[in-house]
């Protein structure tokens, strides 16, 4: 009998990271208040799985890009929305890390405000790296066959294409060069724009929060 779904038996780079966040969680101190604690272990999980990827990411061609389609294909959009789920839960932890930070004294603030800034740019990164995935995977489809999207040039696009992609709409909330030519994937496109909008108004809440916090912590 199975215990893990095949959706993520065939991903082992995530099951790894799925296990160092449980292990970072269990190991960390009972006293530290839960948010401190879930925001270090998916920081943890999420650089490592980072990692991993973009290992994979840089030693991999087309070749291997069409298997690794073809053998994920099962659950691909599910692992998409749950990551965007838990990448959002993330940016919601730190909301509640940060509540109440004007009360706390100088000196202590400076942990909260680099853990909130990390896990942005952790759960950031993660979100489009996901979205990279899936594009690609999209691409090459089931069979290889090259669909809904029309990168400029001769080459087959390999990972750095896609990333080239993703982290475009990431900065941007708009397409580059590419262009999108099925509807799936217009769809996925436009969820992934207004995600990134989401982040990126984070971030730009989070520094309105850190210089509200320095101004106050410096009258």
């Not at 896990?119 to 979100?127: A, D, F």
């Not at 999209?138 to 993703?166: T, W």
Request: aromatic share 10%.
């Amino acid at each position: 009998m199975r215990i893990l779904p095949k959706a993520l038996l065939v991903r082992p780079r995530l099951l790894i990271a799925l296990g160092a966040i449980a292990i970072f969680a269990v190991l960390m101190p009972s006293d530290w208040r839960w948010t401190t604690r879930m925001l270090i272990a998916w920081d943890a999980g999420a650089v490592l799985y980072l990692v991993l990827l973009s290992i994979t990411m840089f030693r991999e061609g087309v070749a291997e890009i069409k298997t690794r389609a073809a053998r994920q294909d099962e659950g691909a959009l599910a692992i998409l929305i749950i990551a965007c789920l838990a990448a959002g839960a993330s940016v919601a932890a730190i909301a509640v890390q940060l509540a109440g930070l004007s009360n706390v004294p100088g000196a202590g603030r400076a942990p909260h405000l680099a853990l909130g800034a990390f896990t942005i740019l952790c759960s950031w990164t993660l979100v489009h790296a996901f979205f990279t995935l899936h594009y690609a995977h999209a691409y090459y489809g089931d069979s290889g066959k090259e669909v809904g999207l029309d990168f400029p040039g001769d080459s087959e696009p390999d990972y750095v294409d896609f990333l080239y992609f993703s982290y475009t709409i990431g900065c941007t909330s708009q397409t580059s060069d590419v262009g999108v030519t099925t509807r799936e994937i217009r769809s996925v496109v436009l969820a992934h724009s207004i995600l990134a909008f989401f982040f990126n108004t984070s971030i730009l809440a989070f520094g309105i929060n850190v210089g509200a916090s320095l101004i106050s912590g410096g009258s």
